[in-house]
């Protein structure tokens, strides 16, 4: 039986949870008094879409998480878009909950078709693709990983690559900045931001209570505890800062939940503390690895710790996230005073 303080959470989304299991993309659905949901796909990868969410208030309509920037993603937004009665030049305000391209890779797109402001959380950085030398931030990169302990023969594999890096560059700058407690700037609609850091340093969760709603992003999913890495440049103790903002958006267990990925749900308070349990036990098999091992480098560290599929199964962006999210726990442990003698960061300046 599960604690009082680990129950499961309620699902709402039902068709959305459907559809995840069926693997195909969920429908568009009304979700309360003048918002919408709209899958949006996200090739090439295990999420396989973004829930980006439509509100219309008083003559404004501002749409939360666009997705990530195709032609086969746009149509479905705007399939989604006239199921609401609206077309693209509707279209008034953006937010992105944080910067990564399943989420504001649309914006660009949408901006110029529609001319609607683009805004992102106040402390949300680029880090690595606010410079403009392509080739010092790939080497970098590698050196990065190279330090965790990536084989030689695994950093093509796991580094970053220039058309990757070139797709984040490009990612559009926002026209509006978000401060914490602010309200979002839409005529008729009551969204206050709420800024929590983790998943990226300036994350941002987007709070709706006359309709009793929470816009999650990649903070909180029903299903999966969403990725903690140690960036360099970035944040020193990024899960330390996850854990703070996840007993702020904990403020209560009835408003809906609606997450950027999977499904929607009722229990925020229940899936916190499930996340922080999971976070917390990771941290202690860390410390088992440490102990039973005695690894040298992060990588070492990492393949003898719990994946859902194995460490064998890991290849290329999965494999790594899996050394960054190990690296983010070291990172954890040591400041909260455990002697850890594995290097993490390299004590030169970093790129800004």
Not at 99 to 107: E, K, Y
Not at 218 to 242: F, K, M, Q, T
Not at 297 to 309: K, V
Request: hydrophobic share 40%; charged share 20%; with cysteine.
């Amino acid at each position: 039986m599960n604690s009082p303080s680990l129950e499961p959470i309620t699902l709402t989304g039902h068709a959305q949870k459907e559809a995840w299991q069926n693997k195909v993309l969920p429908p568009v659905e009304q979700i309360g008094t003048e918002v919408w949901s709209i899958p949006v796909p996200f090739p090439g990868n295990p999420m396989r879409y973004t829930l980006s969410y439509l509100l219309l208030g008083d003559g404004d309509a501002v749409l939360i998480d666009p997705g990530w920037d195709t032609d086969a993603g746009l149509d479905h937004l705007t399939a989604g878009l006239r199921q609401a009665g609206l077309g693209l030049t509707d279209l008034t305000g953006i937010v992105a909950t944080h910067f990564h391209p399943d989420h504001l890779g649309m914006a660009a797109r949408l901006r110029m078709a529609s001319g609607a402001w683009v805004a992102l959380g106040d402390q949300e950085v680029r880090r690595r693709t606010a410079s403009d030398d392509h080739d010092l931030v790939l080497r970098i990169d590698r050196e990065e990983l190279t330090l965790w302990g990536v084989p030689a023969d695994r950093l093509a594999e796991v580094a970053m690559d220039l058309p990757g890096l070139i797709h984040l560059h490009n990612l559009a700058d926002p026209d509006l900045r978000l401060t914490d407690g602010a309200l979002v700037p839409a005529k008729g609609l009551d969204l206050r931001v709420v800024h929590t850091p983790g998943h990226s340093p300036g994350h941002i969760c987007l709070v709706d209570e006359p309709r009793g709603l929470i816009f999650s992003g990649d903070h909180v999913l029903p299903r999966i505890s969403p990725h903690i890495a140690l960036d360099l440049p970035g944040p020193a103790n990024p899960l330390a800062e996850y854990y703070a903002s996840l007993e702020l958006i904990a403020f209560e267990d009835e408003m809906e939940v609606c997450p950027a990925h999977e499904y929607r749900f009722t229990g925020m308070q229940r899936r916190v503390a499930q996340l922080l349990e999971h976070n917390r036990q990771r941290s202690v098999e860390v410390l088992q690895v440490l102990e039973d091992h005695r690894p040298a480098t992060i990588w070492d560290i990492a393949q003898h710790l719990t994946w859902s599929r194995g460490w064998k199964s890991l290849q290329a962006f999965s494999l790594r996230l899996a050394v960054s999210e190990t690296a983010s726990h070291i990172a954890y442990l040591r400041a909260q005073g455990h002697d850890i003698d594995v290097p993490v960061t390299d004590p030169r300046p970093a790129v800004r």
